[in-house]
């Protein structure tokens, strides 16, 4: 078990620019999240992955942020046109299928956006 | 929607002393209960998971209560020890889609 991966671990860009992030859950979780958190807060729900389908999304997921997890596997999360306000820590986890199961969290990767 | 809050947002104790962290959240109907360790710049860690039907969990020094009617769990850390500093997030989970996290207590143990 090698546990949750994110690549890349840091990203600065400059304004306007557009990042891609990529999380491997851990082989057998169908489950997968994505949360982003800033400094001094806990973290925050951006979206979830039922296997291949994204079946909730949060307000806070602008329609600059678009993710996917096509075969179920991996997932990416892009930021189109990033703004000073998107700097932050974005964590993924992912679970089983047990109710009972707790969520396994990534890394993260650190986005600064000068 | 879900708030949780957790008091306090730092806490500064001498090596040995027990630690307490505290845990509250308005809406009862959850899931389970959850606390992380987080280290400077890194992701999360589980410590305890407390099942919505259960009252505490221990693992060694670490044990956590629920009292899920009046929405609030402890943390307790025995003898506290310098690796121990850390941030301590408090995680409900009130449906399958999500956790919804406290802001996080941060926790200095001076040798």
């Known amino acids: 078990d090698t546990g949750v991966s994110q690549n890349p671990r840091h990203k600065i860009t400059k304004r306007g620019q557009n990042v891609t992030f990529r999380c491997d859950p851990i082989?057998?979780?169908?489950?997968l999240y994505w949360y982003r958190q800033t400094l001094g807060q806990g973290p925050e729900f951006l979206t979830y992955?039922?296997?291949?389908?994204?079946?909730?999304k949060s307000r806070l997921l602008s329609d600059r942020f678009s993710a996917e997890r096509p075969k179920g596997s991996f997932s990416t999360l892009e930021i189109q046109r990033t703004e000073q306000g998107d700097s932050a820590m974005y964590l993924c986890?992912?679970?089983?299928?047990?109710?009972?199961?707790?969520?396994?969290f990534g890394p993260g990767t650190r986005l600064l956006v000068l | 929607k879900q708030e949780v809050t957790q008091i306090p947002a730092a806490l500064s104790v001498p090596e040995g002393e027990n630690l307490v962290l505290n845990c509250s959240f308005t809406d009862s109907a959850i899931y389970n209960l959850q606390w992380f360790r987080q280290d400077p710049g890194k992701g999360l860690t589980s410590l305890l998971l407390?099942?919505?039907?259960?009252r505490e969990q221990t693992s060694g020094r670490l044990n956590a209560s629920l009292d899920k009617s009046s929405g609030r769990s402890t943390l307790y850390i025995a003898a506290s020890q310098p690796g121990d500093s850390a941030t301590y997030l408090c995680a409900v989970r009130p449906n399958d889609y999500k956790l919804s996290f406290g802001a996080g207590t941060t926790v200095t143990v001076r040798a």
């Open positions: 992955f039922q296997n291949e389908a994204q079946l909730e």
């Open positions: 407390i099942q919505s039907s259960q």
């Open positions: 082989s057998e979780h169908n489950r």
């Open positions: 986890a992912s679970r089983s299928g047990h109710l009972q199961e707790t969520q396994y």
